[in-house]
């Protein structure tokens, strides 16, 4: 059986895309996924900022910020992913809902409170920054609503995030989406499905030839 591991954040849209790739390439195929963190923004004040004034900063107008918001919906689309950026009013801070990510990994329900923190970020717009609305969103996807503010009310997981970004420095991962499939075989991006299926393959030849192997995203071509 395939083990993915997927390093990404919740606020970047390609991860979601990412998501909903893998999904397609695994169609059915047993698979382990588990889910890493990596803060896009790990300087964002805790309580997040506008995300009008975040996207001028970041991309130089608010013209070129709906450019690459319309690449992005109609990537989406093509996944069955309704993006709906009019209605996300703040960039968050992820801090709490890798947290949380955590937290639902050890109670068996993560790739649900993963993909309801996406929904709620990316199609209703929700704060994600806010509290009591990722309580509500990790309750929606099976997390005890107690639990959560227990969690969110220590400095719980805290630790384990910034260990799990380390190991993600370590492996020289920049951005997100990254797959490691079975420890052996790296892919970066949210790549076609076919694309998966060739790593899929890839890592199932590594591990019998005992290989170290990565994948250049780029070409498909493995190098040993």
Request: hydrophobic share 45%; proline share 4%; with cysteine.
């Amino acid at each position: 059986m395939l083990t993915i591991d997927v390093i990404s954040d919740v606020i970047c849209p390609w991860c979601f895309i990412g998501k909903r790739r893998l999904e397609k390439a695994l169609s059915g195929r047993p698979a382990t996924v588990r889910w890493h963190p990596f803060q896009l923004n790990p300087d964002m004040p805790r309580e997040g900022i506008d995300r009008k004034s975040y996207r001028i900063a970041k991309f130089g107008s608010w013209a070129r910020s709906l450019e690459l918001d319309a690449r992005v919906a109609a990537a989406g689309e093509d996944e069955g992913i309704a993006f709906n950026f009019g209605r996300m009013a703040r960039t968050p801070n992820t801090l709490d809902a890798h947290r949380i990510i955590w937290l639902a990994g050890e109670r068996g329900v993560q790739d649900a409170v993963v993909e309801t923190l996406f929904l709620a970020y990316f199609t209703e717009g929700e704060d994600l920054s806010d509290r009591a609305t990722l309580a509500e969103v990790a309750a929606d996807a099976g997390l005890d609503r107690a639990e959560v503010y227990e969690l969110l009310a220590s400095d719980k997981g805290i630790d384990v995030v910034q260990a799990g970004e380390e190991r993600a420095r370590r492996l020289g991962v920049s951005g997100v989406p990254f797959f490691v499939v079975n420890g052996r075989v790296a892919l970066s991006g949210a790549q076609p499905p076919e694309l998966f299926r060739q790593v899929f393959e890839q890592a199932e030849e590594a591990a019998v030839a005992g290989e170290a192997c990565e994948v250049d995203p780029a070409t498909g071509k493995r190098e040993c």
